[in-house]
């Protein structure tokens, strides 16, 4: 550059101030927009099938879509190729009937080929990691026991998953277990396996938490995103899980704060709704809505 050029171009800076460097120096976010298909309760009198669905998620502007391994293979497949949404991410259906952390030999099986079955159904699709919930404390079954049970379980499905090339991503959930993110990261690392990473939720941890603070720490763990709002005001006044009852941008998860902390970690991938639905619209005047939000976390 010239050295005119290069004068030129630092007083055109410098007259921005210093708001106006901070922009110019704001990455641009390539983050793609998902949706978790059990969000979408559609009237039961209206029934649409799961390519009508597809349909208007595809409509409202949403690049990929979140579905069940109990699911139909073939009909989500046909739906995918029909509308062209990605699937990036595929939940196990049986971690809550079927917990791995479960004392019952027989339930543990079942919730493992469940596990197995997602890694399937995730490599057909042509997703890159399934969402599983490893387990669950409560009076019948002790934190130390689910520990052990969970990684042991875990474990048996590693070797299918780094075959797949398919991520078994844990998700924090209300689970009364993994509660910290510096456990969530040892966690992880003790299985010594890139197979094994994490789909964070933004909204379940805002209760206990701040989200940016488990980004930071679990890093390059991270696989996915669930976007989710949370309000404390509202867990305040009308107990815990009314803190999910609000829109996005109007509960505590400080989104600029949480984008910030994903750039600073090199995460750039999808954010997929796990969103309250606001009930006086209609599914594509709601989902339009939602696509519109996200497009404004991206940007914040």
Do not use: C
Request: a positive charge; zero cysteines; glycine letters at 8%.
């Amino acid at each position: 550059m010239k050295r005119r050029d290069f004068l030129t171009s630092s007083a055109a800076l410098a007259a921005l101030g210093p708001l106006g460097l901070r922009a110019a120096e704001k990455p641009r976010r390539t983050n793609q927009k998902g949706f978790m298909f059990g969000t979408l309760r559609v009237d039961p009198k209206n029934k649409t099938t799961v390519l009508e669905r597809f349909q208007l998620l595809r409509n409202a502007g949403f690049a990929g879509v979140e579905v069940s391994s109990a699911m139909n293979q073939q009909e989500i497949l046909a739906a995918r190729d029909a509308t062209g949404l990605q699937i990036p991410s595929v939940v196990i259906a049986t971690h809550w009937s079927h917990p791995l952390t479960s004392p019952n030999p027989t339930m543990r099986e079942t919730g493992l080929e469940g596990l197995k079955q997602g890694l399937r159904d995730a490599k057909a699709y042509g997703a890159s990691s399934v969402l599983l919930v490893p387990g669950i404390v409560n009076k019948d079954i002790s934190y130390p026991d689910a520990y052990t049970r969970s990684i042991a379980e875990i474990k048996k499905a590693v070797p299918l998953a780094e075959s797949l090339g398919v991520a078994i991503a844990i998700e924090n959930v209300w689970n009364k277990f993994l509660l910290s993110p510096l456990e969530a990261r040892d966690y992880v690392d003790s299985f010594k396996s890139p197979a094994v990473k994490w789909h964070f939720d933004v909204g379940n941890v805002i209760d206990s938490g701040w989200p940016d603070q488990w980004v930071r720490t679990l890093g390059v763990r991270i696989v996915k995103i669930h976007v989710k709002e949370y309000s404390r005001k509202l867990r305040d006044e009308k107990g815990p899980y009314a803190g999910f009852r609000t829109e996005l941008f109007t509960g505590d998860s400080d989104w600029p704060a949480v984008m910030t902390a994903l750039d600073s970690v090199g995460y750039s991938g999808w954010l997929i709704s796990e969103q309250y639905r606001t009930p006086d619209l209609t599914d594509a005047d709601w989902l339009a809505r939602l696509s519109a939000q996200l497009d404004k976390i991206i940007a914040s």
